[in-house]
């Protein structure tokens, strides 16, 4: 580290980490000092206001010397800092994403067994589940001799062209899109994994989050094991090639009793595919058939892209084992109390899947029914935050007989910025993906249905541009419950300072997104519209309730998948 950045560290700055982020942090001569807390830094991005450095924890990057050491509480990340200069907004600098205020995917799955155009069905499979994963994209295929793989950052239809995907001959394949977190679009973490072993090759495409994956990478470089990645999947690679099992499914199965977490996962072995869903069954997974293949996607619009019919869900603690002979089920764990991931209903999945064996339409009309009739309005509108907030709010003026309008547009083109991202050019983020329909908001009383608040950022600003638009009333409608902690099983979510509801009442949350009247949905309101009678659904999030022991709260080993 460059002397003169030494000394401007602060004696006694306490940097923390949490789920990978940092807190922000301003060098001044005194040093170090916090400015904000939980704010998540991507590569290139910048402190705000009249900062003159930087910190965020990235990989590889500087570590900590001198005074500030004995004062930091790190993880074994390090912390980068680089000088500020203060230049005007219209400077071009490196790309910063626009900010989103929602809870993020990790990734989607993807697989077909016994077809010669496999690849090709992978790549379309991953078209569809794009929503699920936008850092990065990856598929493995085998023609029954070796594992052959092409994958990288961006987009499907950026990642893959003509070209490679001509190289990845064979009747089976698997795929894998991903979303990752800030310092973390790093390729190699990019999936498929893919290693060679004593029982060969295997290729491993992984939906969810081990949360005790950090005791058992140090476990396992305690004797000696070398990663090759950040990623918490790789965990399970390491004790697969360790079981003394010759049989895979019986290696894999032994491999899978050391994780606790969720995982839904697809391996590729030259001469044989595996589809897992972990014991509680948190992620999605589903079986479909093609002209005699085999197909495996997290949501079922994968299969309607390529013409697959559906057949069923892998269930929680079963692998299914895809080869010549056809589809073998394994039990590999004894049943657990499910807990299926609500938010795949309330926002992750496409509305056009079937979900955890219901439809993901269904269930967000009916959330929009039951916030009407727990939350109604004196209104002209319902306006949707689009494009999540689309169903809730077709229920909401179903059940409210309130006239259903699209007074908000969103642009599906904007992705990055190239210019400084100060306060002032930040504010146009939303601007950028909305823009208000003037003639049908103006005089208007509004309802405005959204799925979710996260951390209220967004809905302020969106609340905002429906009053400046000419809107007398706002009255802001959540489809879920208030989101108070955050997510270990596969979600990324802010930390639970963050979150605003963790911290503020209801009222607290209107004056601040500057609302007429804000209205959540219950928590059994929810349970209602997805159809939950008998407490299969993992509501973690809304209560604090974790199904399984957290080894690893709030710092966790992987930049997730």
Same mark, same amino acid.
């Given at each position: 580290?460059?002397?003169?950045?030494?000394?401007?560290?602060?004696?006694?700055?306490?940097?923390?980490?949490?789920?990978?982020r940092c807190r922000e942090f301003r060098c001044r001569q005194g040093g170090l000092q916090g400015a904000g807390a939980g704010v998540k830094l991507s590569p290139g991005r910048r402190l705000e206001q009249e900062s003159d450095f930087w910190g965020g924890f990235q990989p590889g990057a500087w570590a900590l010397s001198g005074p500030a050491r004995q004062n930091a509480t790190l993880s074994s990340l390090t912390i980068a800092l680089r000088r500020k200069s203060l230049q005007p907004a219209s400077q071009l600098f490196p790309t910063f994403s626009l900010p989103e205020d929602k809870f993020h995917d990790y990734c989607g799955v993807f697989g077909v067994y016994g077809h010669p155009e496999a690849a090709k069905l992978t790549y379309l499979g991953l078209y569809?589940?794009?929503h699920r994963g936008q850092e990065s994209a990856g598929i493995v295929a085998t023609d029954g001799e070796s594992l052959v793989g092409h994958k990288g950052m961006g987009h499907v239809a950026e990642v893959f062209t003509e070209d490679a995907l001509s190289r990845l001959v064979g009747s089976a394949a698997i795929g894998h899109t991903r979303y990752s977190t800030a310092g973390d679009t790093d390729l190699k973490n990019a999936q498929p994994l893919t290693v060679s072993c004593q029982k060969g090759q295997v290729a491993l495409a992984h939906n969810g989050n081990l949360v005790n994956a950090a005791t058992?990478?140090?476990?396992?470089?305690?004797?000696?094991?070398?990663?090759?990645?950040?990623?918490d999947s790789e965990v399970i690679l390491h004790y697969f090639a360790r079981s003394k099992h010759n049989g895979i499914p019986e290696a894999v199965a032994e491999a899978l009793d050391k994780v606790v977490g969720a995982f839904?996962?697809?391996?590729?072995?030259?001469?044989?595919?595996?589809?897992?869903?972990?014991?509680?069954g948190f992620r999605p997974l589903c #079986? &479909? @058939? !093609?002209?005699?293949?085999?197909?495996? /996607?997290?949501?079922?619009c994968a299969f309607d892209l390529i013409n697959a019919t559906y057949v069923r869900e892998v269930e929680p603690g079963e692998?299914?084992?895809?080869?010549?002979?056809?589809?073998?089920?394994?039990?590999?764990?004894?049943?657990?109390?499910?807990?299926?991931?609500?938010f795949e209903h309330v926002y992750f999945s496409r509305p056009d899947?079937?979900?955890?064996?219901?439809?993901?339409?269904?269930?967000?009309?009916? #959330? &929009? @029914? !039951?916030?009407?009739?727990?939350?109604? /309005?004196?209104?002209?509108?319902?306006?949707?935050?689009?494009?999540?907030?689309?169903?809730a709010a077709i229920g909401y003026s179903e059940e409210s007989g309130i006239p259903l309008k699209f007074g908000l547009i969103r642009s599906h083109y904007v992705g990055r910025t190239f210019i400084e991202p100060t306060q002032a050019i930040r504010d146009f983020g939303v601007k950028l993906k909305l823009n208000p329909v003037r003639s049908l908001l103006d005089g208007t009383r509004v309802v405005l249905v959204d799925d979710s608040i996260i951390r209220g950022t967004t809905s302020r600003k969106i609340v905002r541009i429906v009053r400046?638009?000419?809107?007398?009333?706002?009255?802001?409608?959540?489809?879920?419950?208030?989101?108070?902690?955050?997510?270990f099983y596969g979600i990324d979510t802010p930390t639970k300072s963050e979150l605003i509801a963790a911290t503020q009442s209801v009222e607290e949350i209107r004056k601040f997104v500057g609302a007429d009247t804000l209205g959540y949905l219950s928590l059994e309101g929810m349970r209602r519209a997805v159809g939950d009678t008998q407490g299969r659904y993992c509501l973690a999030c809304y209560t604090a309730n974790y199904p399984t022991a957290i080894q690893e709260p709030l710092i966790t080993l992987r930049n997730r998948d």
């Open positions: 580290m460059p002397e003169d950045l030494q000394r401007n560290i602060l004696h006694g700055a306490r940097i923390s980490s949490e789920n990978n569809a589940l794009q058992l990478r140090k476990e396992l470089e305690s004797r000696g094991d070398i990663f090759q990645t950040t990623s839904s996962l697809v391996m590729l072995f030259k001469d044989c595919m595996l589809a897992i869903r972990d014991p509680r #079986l &479909g @058939r !093609l002209d005699g293949a085999h197909v495996v /996607a997290s949501e079922t692998m299914v084992i895809l080869d010549r002979r056809g589809a073998t089920s394994l039990r590999f764990a004894p049943p657990a109390q499910p807990t299926q991931c609500i899947s079937v979900v955890f064996g219901r439809s993901v339409q269904t269930s967000r009309e009916m #959330l &929009g @029914r !039951l916030l009407a009739r727990e939350h109604p /309005a004196e209104a002209d509108l319902v306006v949707p935050v689009p494009d999540s907030g689309v169903a400046e638009a000419g809107a007398r009333e706002v009255h802001l409608r959540v489809s879920c419950p208030p989101t108070i902690s955050p997510c």
